[in-house]
């Protein structure tokens, strides 16, 4: 009596054994982790200079190295995605088996220095792309383009007092120095006004030539 209940109970454990066993060796194919490496899709330069890329599946959050973009994410379900977000770029979503992610820009922001003193922020700087003006910097010397100029786009920082100095944009945020001089850029074109719309002199009306009465017939004597 005493032995078939201890063989009863031994037999009750043995689903619940199989279900814990099934379940982590399900986990452990089932789980990954996640090699990669967050790019700039114009530049392919590692995402970090406007701060570091932030991978996230559910509540856990990872971050992605500075220098290098690269990131290691443990215990994912290999049948899911992540969300990569950075600073100045559009958020995408990836599968936990892609290695190499590239985030599209959104923004550019431009810091301007004095040359020689990073501490000397160049505040009220115009920044122009061909004859568009972009806006002028803060009093921080920053200022943030939306939407993004475009790769390799070619820019021009002008400041009084300043030597005009052209640029060009690599990724979401550069800090560039400009010199004292007086070579100034050139001013923009003024528009030209539209043309006034001509109105024509109302008619004037002609009065109707008056028609004579005509002669009465004269009787015969």
Request: net charge negative.
């Amino acid at each position: 009596m005493i032995r078939s209940l201890a063989g009863y109970r031994v037999a009750s454990l043995v689903p619940i054994l199989l279900l814990a066993l099934a379940t982590l060796v399900g986990g452990w194919l089932n789980g990954v982790e996640m090699h990669g490496r967050v790019v700039d899709d114009t530049t392919s330069d590692p995402v970090g200079t406007a701060g570091p890329a932030r991978i996230s599946h559910g509540g856990r959050t990872m971050t992605a190295d500075p220098s290098t973009g690269e990131f290691v994410f443990p215990d994912l379900p290999r049948e899911s995605k992540v969300g990569v977000d950075a600073n100045g770029y559009l958020r995408t979503g990836v599968p936990t088996t892609q290695e190499e992610i590239r985030l599209s820009p959104l923004s550019f922001t431009i810091y301007v220095n004095a040359a020689g003193d990073p501490t000397k922020h160049i505040a009220k700087a115009d920044i122009r792309q061909g004859t568009t003006d972009l806006g002028m910097t803060n009093d921080g010397g920053n200022l943030v383009i939306s939407p993004y100029p475009g790769k390799d786009a070619k820019l021009l920082i002008c400041a009084e007092g300043y030597d005009q100095k052209e640029i060009m944009v690599r990724g979401v945020l550069a800090v560039f120095e400009v010199t004292p001089g007086t070579n100034a850029c050139p001013p923009l074109p003024t528009p030209t006004p539209p043309p006034s719309p001509s109105v024509s002199p109302p008619a004037s009306r002609t009065a109707s030539p008056s028609v004579s009465p005509s002669p009465s017939p004269t009787a015969s004597p």
